[in-house]
Each structure stands twice: as C-alpha cells, then as structure tokens.
C-alpha cells in the first residue's frame, strides 16, 4: 500500500501519514465531543467518513463514540484493520471526495481528555532522575535504592485528576516542614515542580488473577502521549514516609490530547541501556529482538524558553517491563488505564526533567530570557513539554504538546 497521500503534507509533518495519532475533539457548529485523527494541520473526522463509505456498523459505532474508550476495549486486531482504513483513505484518491469536507482545521476546534481515565500508575524509572534524587537526599550514601535495578518502582496515582493538555494548574495547599523548620505548617505549594514523562495507554484488558508478560505488551497497550505529572516538592517530602506520593502529587497530571499509536513508533524502537544488575525472569529482556526501549526526544519550555532537552532513550526500565511487573501480582488492567515512565531525564546538564534537578534544588536558578529566575515554579508561569520520535524514511513522528499555567491557591 502507498504512503504518498493525496493530502498536501509538508514532507517534515510531525503529523504525516506514517503518524495518525489519535484524539477527541469537537467544533463550535457540531459542540459533540468525537474522534478524529490529526493528519498535517487538520483533524479528520473518523464515523463521518466511515459512515460515508459504509463502513461495517460495528467499527462505525467504534469510532462514533465520545472517546478513544471502545476503540481501545475492541484489540489489537481492530487497532490494526481501523489504521489501514485510514491509510487507505488518505492515500487513495478514490476516497478523497469522501474524506475531504470531514477534515477540520486543528485551530477550529476544542480538544477533550481522549479517552476516560480508569487506573493510573507513575512509574519511576530513569536512572538520571533517581540517582539524581539520591544524591540530593541522601548526600554520602548510594544514590539508587537497594530494590531500584531488580524492580521498577511506582505508586498507584489519583485518575480522577488526569487533565487535558491547557487545562490551568491550581497552586495546591498542604502541610509541609521545611528541616530547620520546628513544626509543620499549612499552606501553598512553595516548590512547585513539574516531571516530563512519557505515558502508556491500555487498551485490551487482561483477566483478573493473570499477568501481561513482556511479549504481551503490544497486544495491551494501544498507544502513547505525553505526561507533565506536576509535583509540589515540599509536601512530597513531608509526607512521603513511609506510604510514598500522596496530596504531593495527586493534584494534577496533564496529558496531551494525541495518542500516538504503537505502530507509528516501530522505527523508534530501540534497544534500552545495558543492565549491570541481571533482572528475575519475569523482567528479563535482553534476549528479545525488539525490546521496547524508544528514542523519544522530548523538550521543555518554561514561558516559552527551551530549559531542557530529556532522552527517552536513556530510561533504564521499558513499558514493557513496567507492565509486566505492573500485572505480575494478577492486578487487571482495562481500557483507558494509564501508567507514566516517571521524569524522564538524561546524564548531562540540560538533560533533566525535573525543576528539582535542573536547579539542582533551587542551588543553582535557571535564568529566563527577562532576566528573572527560577528554582520551582510561580504563578503564572506556563509549561509546554513536546516531543518527537524517528519515523520511516526520515521523517518525524510528532506528539503534539502538553502544556499548563499555574494559577494562585485558592482559599
């Protein structure tokens, strides 16, 4: 099948042909949240064309829905046959009479969450980031956790306060105690943080009691996004002992509103850093032909300035082996379930994910381009994390942006 569409793409699209990621979107003549593909700088309309072409009413009721949730609950075998549909209708002309009044441009439009949030998991799992971490908390002692390189560690998160990519960040209040400090006190965040990461959506469910081995993540996760899981570093230090990330988290994680499916990354796939710990069976990947370690560049802009660029390619743990270990215990997943990488961040300065590495705990300010500075974040202040992936014959697989504004506390 020919990938040259009838379309006038710009051959450097980030979203070409070779990408199609998926959304939910509607406009101010149809307000109807539906699904759409973005292609270049439109948004195609999924029923609309299939209903035109008369596609089977099964998948057309798939993608007449109001979010990626039953696309995602269908399987990787409808996953498949739906991308060669929209394939078909955006390389061959005989669809283009079909297709062409369904596309919107992508600035018409409102963008919705994609798809209904069922469990969310953040993992923690970039060596960068958490030797980082030690070194800041624990000075004198061995950066990485004795049970770090045999499991990736994660916590169950709040799913009910998973937004949209624009939705602004409420300044959150908590307890937090400063170490000079003699008492707690109650307040705004005063270390606001943000973490770059990279998120995993679930699409077919597994049993309850069973796990997803290694060779079944494919067959479960349906695509990819980008993830700003916001942190407020002073009430996560405070509470954190010994029960892990609570209201220090659980305030906000924004999303991007593309899924980017599974296979528009094929030739993004590479193989992780090399273990120097031999991981249990269950995690064992270094014998797999394609394990799914991927070299994802992310970017991070704080009001609009460039402050870091984290690799996804240095990330220590794949999603593979984070579903795997997610599952191992038979802990079920469902359609729309998300889990997150973690902070993404790389080994050199510049490479961080993180405000608390990237100033190295407030020591060391970032400088904006106005002269002011930055240890953690401030009202008013906006973040935009972007990404891009290799795709086939040069181009560039794109995932849209994920970005926010802090608004002051309220209360």
Not at 111 to 121: A, I, K, T
Not at 266 to 271: E, F, P, T
Not at 303 to 315: D, K, L, Q
């Amino acid at each position: 099948m020919t990938t040259a569409s009838w379309l006038d793409l710009p051959a450097d699209s980030p979203f070409g042909i070779h990408n199609l990621p998926y959304g939910v979107f509607s406009t101010p003549d149809d307000p109807r949240p539906r699904i759409g593909v973005a292609v270049g700088e439109q948004v195609l309309n999924l029923a609309a064309v299939a209903h035109t072409v008369g596609v089977e009413p099964e998948l057309t009721d798939l993608l007449d829905a109001p979010t990626l949730n039953p696309l995602l609950g269908a399987g990787r075998p409808v996953w498949t046959r739906v991308r060669a549909l929209l394939t078909e209708w955006l390389t061959d002309p005989a669809f283009q009479a079909a297709v062409e009044p369904e596309l919107t441009p992508r600035q018409n439009m409102t963008l919705y969450l994609p798809f209904q949030v069922g469990d969310y998991v953040d993992f923690y799992a970039s060596e960068h980031h958490a030797a980082n971490l030690g070194r800041l908390f624990r000075p004198g002692s061995e950066p990485l956790t004795p049970n770090w390189k045999h499991l990736p560690i994660g916590y169950h998160g709040r799913s009910g306060t998973v937004v949209v990519s624009g939705t602004p960040v409420v300044r959150p209040q908590g307890q937090r105690k400063a170490p000079a400090d003699a008492l707690p006190s109650f307040g705004p965040s005063r270390r606001l943080d943000i973490e770059a990461e990279v998120g995993f959506v679930v699409g077919a469910p597994s049993e309850l009691g069973d796990s997803v081995s290694l060779g079944g993540f494919a067959d479960h996760v349906f695509g990819v996004c980008l993830v700003n899981d916001w942190s407020a570093r002073d009430i996560q230090s405070w509470e954190y002992v010994p029960l892990g990330p609570f209201l220090g988290k659980s305030f906000a994680t924004s999303v991007s509103p593309w899924v980017v499916p599974l296979e528009a990354l094929q030739h993004a796939r590479v193989a992780p850093p090399a273990r120097d710990v031999e991981p249990l069976p269950y995690l064992d990947d270094r014998d797999a032909k394609e394990p799914w370690g991927l070299d994802l560049s992310l970017e991070v802009r704080l009001n609009g300035t460039v402050v870091s660029r984290p690799p996804f390619a240095a990330m220590y743990w794949t999603a593979a082996q984070q579903l795997t270990h997610m599952t191992v215990n038979g802990a079920s997943v469902r359609p729309g379930d998300l889990f997150a990488s973690g902070t993404v961040s790389g080994p050199d300065r510049g490479t961080e994910g993180a405000l608390i590495e990237l100033t190295w705990n407030g020591e060391r300010p970032v400088t904006l381009p106005d002269g002011t500075t930055r240890s953690f974040l401030e009202d008013g202040d906006e973040v935009t994390i972007t990404a891009t992936a290799p795709g086939p014959g040069g181009t560039v697989i794109g995932f849209g942006e994920v970005s926010g504004r802090i608004l002051p506390a309220r209360g």
